[in-house]
């Protein structure tokens, strides 16, 4: 029998409309300094700069309230230098076989190739695993048994927009990096059989020669409607 839903106080901090634009205000500006790098400094990032992160990408809506995501963060050299042959043997073989001309045309702009030394450089690697369905162990058998995760790619979809947010708001650089197909980070990192590589975020300080492609964003006149 389903368990009846328990409720507790609402803790919401309503704001003066002077503050409420101050705070919006502030955050987009902030955040329209966000920028995919790819050059990286070695330099290390205090831990607790990742696991604040982390905790705010855990406090994400999900469906059902499910939190179908693992976050595992990487420093070790030698896991991280596996990650970048997998990546880059994969990458290759994509870049040179898998992706149409359309596709190659598309990324020509940001100067995007196989080569990922940023798997290597930055000090923290995040890989985030989606949980394609759940696993509850028996209390008197110990058995394994799974169930269903509702809205899991739109849920961990969410959670990695908060975690880029915190990250880029502490000071740090960041890169999303799909890699195609991602199973080996499943096998390195050794992942249980309902997760799926999701994403890689290279974290840490930016190279002091870093540079970024000259990008424009879309106007707001041009992804907003207002009926």
């Not at 839903?5 to 003066?16: G, Q």
């Not at 949980?131 to 008197?140: H, K, M, S, V, W």
């Not at 880029?168 to 997760?195: Q, V, Y």
């Not at 590589?197 to 964003?217: E, H, M, Q, T």
Request: with cysteine; aromatic share 8%; proline share 8%.
């Amino acid at each position: 029998m389903p368990s009846k839903p328990v409720y507790e106080p609402l803790d919401f901090e309503r704001l003066d409309e002077t503050e409420a634009r101050r705070r919006s205000e502030r955050f987009a500006r902030r955040m329209s300094r966000r920028r995919s790098v790819r050059h990286f400094s070695c330099e290390p990032v205090p831990f607790e700069l990742i696991e604040s992160a982390v905790r705010v990408a855990g406090s994400a809506p999900s469906g059902a309230n499910q939190q179908p995501w693992t976050f595992v963060v990487v420093s070790d050299p030698d896991i991280k230098r596996e990650m970048r042959i997998a990546a880059e043997a994969e990458e290759k073989e994509s870049y040179e076989r898998r992706m149409s001309q359309e596709w190659l045309d598309a990324l020509a702009p940001l100067g995007t190739d196989w080569r990922k030394p940023h798997i290597e450089d930055a000090p923290y690697i995040i890989v985030v695993f989606r949980q394609a369905y759940g696993l509850r162990a028996n209390r008197d058998t110990g058995e394994e048994t799974s169930y269903r995760h509702y809205y899991s790619e739109e849920s961990v979809g969410i959670a990695v927009g908060f975690l880029l947010a915190a990250l880029h708001i502490a000071g740090l650089a960041t890169l999303t990096h799909t890699p195609s197909p991602m199973k080996f980070l499943s096998e390195i990192l050794d992942r249980p059989a309902n997760e799926r590589a999701f994403v890689l975020i290279p974290v840490g300080y930016p190279a002091a020669d870093a540079d970024v492609p000259a990008i424009s964003k879309k106007p707001l006149a041009e992804i907003m409607l207002r009926r």
